[in-house]
């Protein structure tokens, strides 16, 4: 069963790698937080990047956290990990593989992804049940496909921006937030890839600027867009679902 997303405490979690599923599966709602950097002041000490002590920032304001997720991926989000380490917020480290191929690799993500698990359940989510994760799985995979189906129909800024949503919002039908998109003019231009890390709200706006300048992005390859969405579950998975 898949509850709504507003009946249930949050958790954020900062990395592709952090399946939504695992998390709602548990009866808890997933949320990769849109940041906002401008308006605010943020303080990034030595060794962490804007991005990850806004991330941070935000984690902190908001009332209905259940836990904070990282993973050492990222060295600025490890040590944010570390700086929030003794709040009123319980934070999780998921060790990332350092390859991501191979059965060794694949067992220890596994291992890692059962450690959530556990977490999840001590912040009184409900034990993990494969079942239950596979209707997750397969509701999130329908969602993505109908969000990855809105591409041309929304164009490369409101799909950005679309992506962002939906990754926030908890939930695995991605209709409510494309109900509210306008469709993109058709344009003829430049195709131009955009490559990098997550992008902010305000970063958006990189969209316009190299429509102004004749470019169209046709791949959105930054960590907060398509590139990172989690591609197509096999439908010949065996009965454990991790």
């Known amino acids: 069963m898949i509850g709504h997303a507003s009946d249930r405490q949050t958790v954020i979690y900062a990395s592709p790698l952090i399946p939504a599923e695992l998390i709602s599966a548990q009866g808890l709602r997933p949320c990769r937080i849109p940041l906002r950097m401008s308006g605010q002041e943020i303080n990034a000490s030595e060794g962490i990047c804007p991005y990850a002590a806004a991330f941070a920032k935000a984690a902190l304001n908001r009332q209905d956290i259940a836990a904070f997720v990282v993973v050492t991926s990222c060295d600025q989000m490890r040590r944010i990990a570390e700086s929030i380490h003794g709040s009123n917020i319980h934070t999780f480290l998921l060790h990332a593989p350092v390859a991501y191929q191979g059965e060794t690799s694949l067992d220890f993500y596994r291992s890692e992804l059962l450690r959530l698990s556990t977490l999840l359940t001590r912040l009184n989510g409900k034990p993990l049940n494969p079942d239950v994760l596979i209707d997750n ?9 109908r969000l990855r189906n809105t591409r041309t129909r929304l164009g490369a800024k409101a799909f950005a921006q679309a992506i962002m949503e939906y990754q ?7 209709c409510r937030i494309l109900a509210e998109l306008s469709n993109a003019n058709s344009i003829h231009s430049t195709p131009v890839a ?3 890390g997550p992008l ?3 970063q958006i706006q990189l969209f316009d600027l190299i429509e102004r300048a004749g470019g169209e992005v046709v791949l959105d390859g930054c960590e907060s867009g398509e590139r990172c969405l989690p591609g197509p579950f096999s439908k010949n998975r065996p009965t454990d679902p991790l």
């Open 168 to 174: 926030s919002i908890g939930e695995a039908d991605p």
């Open 200 to 202: 902010s709200i305000e």
């Open 194 to 196: 955009l490559l990098g």
């Open 137 to 145: 799985m397969r509701a999130f995979d329908s969602g993505r496909e």
